[in-house]
C-alpha cells in the first residue's frame, strides 16, 4: 500500500488529474446506469381481443374481426394532395402536358391490378403499368406515378 502511495507522490500533476478523472467517470458510469434487471418472459393480456395461449405447434392467426385480411388489401389510386390521378400512356413526364397521352382522369381511391416491373426515369422507380378495375376507367389500362398507388 506504501508503494502505491509513494507512486502517486511521484506523480505529475496532469497523470493525478487523468486518474481522477477517470475514477470519477466510472463512479458516473455506475450511479446513472442502474444493473440490468432480469426480464420477465410472461404476458399479461386482458379484455375480449386478448390473444392468450399455452403452446404452439403451429401457425397463429389471431382475427379481431375489425381489419380487412391481407387477402382483402388491394391496390388502389390515391393523390396525396387531394383530387383524381392522371393516368398516361407513355411513362414519361413529359406526357403530363400532351393531352393525347392521357388515358384517364382516374378517381382517388380506383381498384387497380399492376402489371409487370416498375419503371425507372431520372435514375428513380418511378412508373407502374396499372389497369382500372372499377369507375369510369374501368378496364382501361395505362401508367400511374408510383407516388399515386396505394395499399388499402
Known amino acids: 500500500m506504501r508503494s502505491l502511495f509513494n507512486q502517486y507522490k511521484r506523480m505529475s500533476f496532469a497523470m493525478k488529474f487523468g486518474l481522477w478523472g477517470s475514477l470519477a467517470s ?24 386478448s390473444p392468450a395461449f399455452g403452446s ?4 397463429v392467426i389471431i ?9 382483402e388489401r388491394r391496390h388502389v389510386l390515391k393523390n396525396a394532395k387531394g383530387g383524381a390521378v392522371l393516368v398516361v400512356g407513355k411513362p414519361t413526364v413529359q406526357v403530363a402536358s400532351d393531352q393525347s397521352e392521357h388515358v384517364c382522369m382516374a378517381i382517388a381511391g380506383t381498384p387497380i391490378t399492376l402489371n409487370g416491373k416498375p419503371v ?6 418511378m412508373w407502374q403499368k396499372v389497369q382500372m378495375m372499377e369507375g369510369p376507367c374501368k378496364g382501361k389500362t395505362g401508367w400511374a406515378a408510383l407516388e399515386n ?3 388499402e
Not at 56 to 59: A, D, E, H, I, L
Not at 120 to 125: S, V
Open 63 to 71: 382475427n379481431y374481426n375489425n381489419a380487412t385480411s391481407p387477402a
Open 120 to 125: 425507372q426515369e431520372f435514375g428513380i422507380d
Open 149 to 151: 398507388i396505394s395499399i
Open 26 to 49: 466510472i463512479l458516473g458510469l455506475f450511479i446513472a446506469l442502474p444493473p440490468f434487471q432480469a426480464q420477465s418472459q410472461g404476458v399479461s393480456t386482458q379484455g375480449n381481443q
Open 56 to 59: 404452439n405447434s403451429g401457425s
